[in-house]
């Protein structure tokens, strides 16, 4: 059992419309993209300028187009978590970074937010795709009570837009950037209950997602779509299985990808338009900080009793399922 204290969430403010990826002239307008994926707009770090003239053509340039660094993103969702939770940057014992399109191979980048939030805390990175934020809390419920620190700081970085091509119509509409932050605890109980989680590979279809060092994301959409599907509406019946009775409000938060394939997930599985918390209309596909942002977004609208559902699936291919229960107690 791992108690969550506060979340937070952050996203740039240039904002790419389907309008403005209309402009670019790559094959695709507005009610195309919305027909295909469902997103209306995705925020970016990338300038728009940049994003105009070269398309990232060449990726080794995204990171002096940035109008922010991703450890100042990260630092921003970790300060709305800290505040939500009554906690300052000094209560911090542990910090775990993880992302799907890391950009320093060395050191961690959990060791960059930490320098940025002033924390001196043992940093390292637990990276999974898009299924990070499930693996990184199934790894801390894994340890020795004893072995942890009472607070620990759980980031989800994506700076995905960097490595998109921006003259592929097939990839350009489905990203977005930003960060989801967590306070977790394993010592000190807290209104949210992370429970029943578990995580899951298919290693033999590891090429089908990737984002090889210095070039651009690549995925085999067809394949990859139908395994979110598959993966995320199995996990998702299990968890309804095993909690489904005991829960007066029982919701769905799942990996971020398109709002079609979430769609697809929520019809197959008898989930209400409104009990299924989404996001990516209007941030696109945030890679690992997609679905914790979404949960970061609802936070004041848990009550007491509430059971929440998060499925999450990425490159690797890897997929994670957890239940997260509000139990009532005071903040």
């Not at 979340?7 to 403005?20: K, L, Q, S």
């Not at 940035?66 to 970790?78: F, H, K, L, V």
């Not at 977790?184 to 992370?194: D, K, L, W």
Request: with cysteine; charged share 20%.
């Amino acid at each position: 059992m791992l108690f969550i204290h506060g979340m937070g969430h952050y996203h740039p403010e240039n904002v790419i419309t389907n309008r403005f990826l209309s402009s670019l002239d790559i094959g695709s307008d507005e009610k195309w993209i919305m027909e295909r994926v469902g997103i209306k707009e995705r925020r970016t770090s990338l300038d728009l300028d940049y994003i105009r003239l070269t398309l990232n053509r060449d990726v080794r340039a995204a990171s002096e187009a940035s109008i922010c660094t991703r450890a100042w993103c990260g630092a921003q969702a970790a300060r709305m978590a800290l505040e939500r939770a009554g906690l300052k940057p000094e209560d911090v014992g542990m910090v775990i970074s993880g992302s799907s399109s890391p950009y320093i191979v060395c050191p961690a980048e959990a060791c960059s937010v930490a320098a940025e939030l002033g924390v001196e805390a043992p940093c390292f990175d637990v990276n999974s795709a898009c299924s990070t934020f499930i693996v990184q809390l199934c790894n801390l419920a894994a340890m020795r009570r004893e072995s942890l620190p009472r607070f620990v700081l759980v980031i989800n970085l994506e700076h995905v837009t960097h490595s998109v091509d921006y003259s592929d119509r097939n990839s350009a509409p489905l990203f977005g950037d930003g960060a989801a932050a967590a306070v977790v605890s394993m010592e000190e109980e807290a209104p949210v209950e992370f429970f029943g989680a578990g995580f899951f590979s298919i290693p033999g279809s590891w090429d089908k997602a990737v984002i090889p060092q210095g070039k651009h994301f690549f995925q085999e959409g067809r394949a990859v779509q139908g395994y979110a599907i598959r993966k995320t509406t199995d996990c998702l019946r299990h968890l309804q299985e095993q909690y489904g009775a005991e829960a007066p409000v029982f919701r769905f938060i799942g990996h971020q990808a398109n709002y079609m394939m979430l769609t697809h997930v929520r019809q197959r599985c008898n989930i209400a338009e409104a009990d299924h918390w989404h996001n990516v209309q209007e941030f696109g596909n945030v890679g690992c900080s997609g679905a914790p942002s979404v949960l970061s977004m609802s936070w004041d609208k848990l009550e007491p009793g509430d059971h929440t559902a998060m499925v999450v699936v990425g490159g690797g291919l890897t997929y994670g399922r957890a239940m997260l229960r509000m139990n009532g107690l005071e903040d």
